[in-house]
T-cell receptor, first 116, second 112 residues
């Protein structure tokens, strides 16, 4: 498809286990974002990639969270030693430039993570 | 520090009437604003945007108004349709940067 895809769509894991979430952005989009949405809350910025580089990792909640992007395309968000408070929907978005240099984001459907 | 606020968590409107969703921001450096719509189990989809050089942008049934002095923007949907029922997020950005700041969303329910 032409949109942003994410896998898995749902993940249930036990506390303490590691999880890996994947994002396939729209082809040609150089910018990629990860967000987290907890129940009843807004989108929380986690990390931004421009190409394979992540100039700002300050949104990552703790050192248990890491992300990488390879080939300027696929990105993976890894959560180590998951905790119950990590339960959320993890959204990925890619973006392209609009006229005037501004961007809009195209979101994937998200991965719903439940940590038991 | 919530830089973008949507103070109404929910709104119900009768079909055919106007829906008005509000958003306030605190950072005067923001100069680009967007609205996204989100259906359950889907990612947000881009709806409409406005640059701070404008005070109004219209796209079909959707119009966004920006009041820079009040640091307030609103999304008007006229006429509202049942398919508009969704959660609406506003987001703000400072041009030249990458960090979109999202509000907490307003759940719109359009009653048939």
């Amino acid at each position: 498809g032409a949109g942003v895809s994410q896998s898995p769509s749902n993940k249930v894991t036990e506390k303490g286990k590691d999880v890996e979430l994947r994002c396939d952005p729209i082809s040609g989009h150089t910018a990629l974002y990860w967000y987290r949405q907890r129940l009843g809350q807004g989108l929380e910025f986690l990390i931004y990639f421009q190409g394979n580089s992540a100039p700002d990792k300050s949104g990552l909640p703790s050192d248990r969270f890491s992300a990488e992007r390879t080939g300027g395309s696929v990105s993976t968000l890894t959560i180590q030693r998951t905790q119950q408070e990590d339960s959320a929907v993890y959204l990925c978005a890619s973006s392209t430039r609009l006229a005037g240099g501004l961007r809009t984001q195209y979101f994937g459907p998200g991965t719903r993570l439940l940590v038991l | 520090d919530q830089q973008v606020k949507q103070n109404s968590p929910s709104l119900s409107v009768q079909e055919g009437r106007i829906s008005i969703l509000n958003c306030d921001y605190t950072n005067s450096m923001f100069d680009y604003f967007l609205w996204y719509k989100k259906y359950p189990a889907e990612g947000p989809t881009f709806l409409i945007s406005i640059s701070s050089i404008k005070d109004k942008n219209e796209d079909g049934r959707f119009t966004v108004f920006l009041n820079k002095s009040a640091k307030h923007l609103s999304l008007h949907i006229v006429p509202s349709q049942p398919g508009d029922s969704a959660v609406y997020f506003c987001a703000a950005l400072t041009s030249g940067t990458y960090k979109y700041i999202f509000g907490t969303g307003t759940r719109l329910k359009v009653l048939a």
